[in-house]
């Protein structure tokens, strides 16, 4: 089962070697595609170099004016040619291994499922060091990886905790082209901040299942804040 990767970045020299680590890691199955807006710091030449110089194979466009993150994420959707798409921030990591393990078991599901979920890992960093990790869903609060939601999401106890737990964000999720494609669901342009939950909350709502797997693949880097402030700034956006 193929799978794209649409990474979004800008002035990401901080991140620069975590991202070239992601595409040196990357498995023959996955596609990267890579959508800059229109970075000032230098990094984006520093990623075109090691393109140039190496025979890793993942795809770049680079935007010349600045759009936002938003019109980044849908360029990426018109760019996949695969089915499965999955979204990531420059300061998040992918767990590739736990994500190619997954995807083994989605092509089972695929046919009766339009989104896949996954737990999502919080680590709070202050100075480099790891104040502590926060899991979004315990795997014992899953009863199996092939839980399915059928139906109504929001009528089911269970399959609301676990949407609750996962919030409203693209990343932790796997969406499918074609869904986002007849219905026209895209990230709202021009919107500073949240526009994930209105993307992920349109696909929701048109979405037939959902297919809940527990194994982690995305770790969420906050730095420099305290799981305290983040924990007030997640109540305030999904609250």
Known sequence: MKLSIVLTTYNFSPYFDQIVN?????PSNFDLIIVDDSSIDGSWTRLMNFKHNTDYVF?????????????????????????????LDQDDSLDLGSLQKALISIP????????????????????????????????????????????????????????????????????????????AIYFPEGV????????????????????????????IIICGISPQVYQMHMIGTHG
């Open 59 to 87: 795809e770049t466009y680079p935007k010349t004016v600045q759009t936002g993150v938003s019109n980044s994420r849908n360029i990426g959707i018109k760019l996949a040619k695969t089915e499965l798409i999955c979204f």
């Open 22 to 26: 992601l595409i040196k890691e990357l």
């Open 108 to 183: 089972m599901a695929i046919d009766d499922n339009d989104l896949f979920v996954f737990p999502y890992q919080t680590s709070f960093t202050q100075s480099g060091q790891i104040l502590y990790d926060k899991l979004s869903i315990s795997p014992s609060s899953i009863s199996s990886t092939k839980y399915l939601a059928k139906s109504n999401h929001f009528a089911d106890k269970h399959s609301y905790r676990l949407l609750n737990l996962t919030a409203l964000a693209a990343w932790s999720k796997v969406f499918k082209k074609s869904v986002i494609e007849a219905n």
């Open 192 to 219: 500073e901040k949240y526009e994930d939950c209105y993307f992920s909350l349109h696909y929701l709502l048109v979405s037939k299942n959902i297919y809940y797997q527990n194994a982690v693949f995305i770790l």
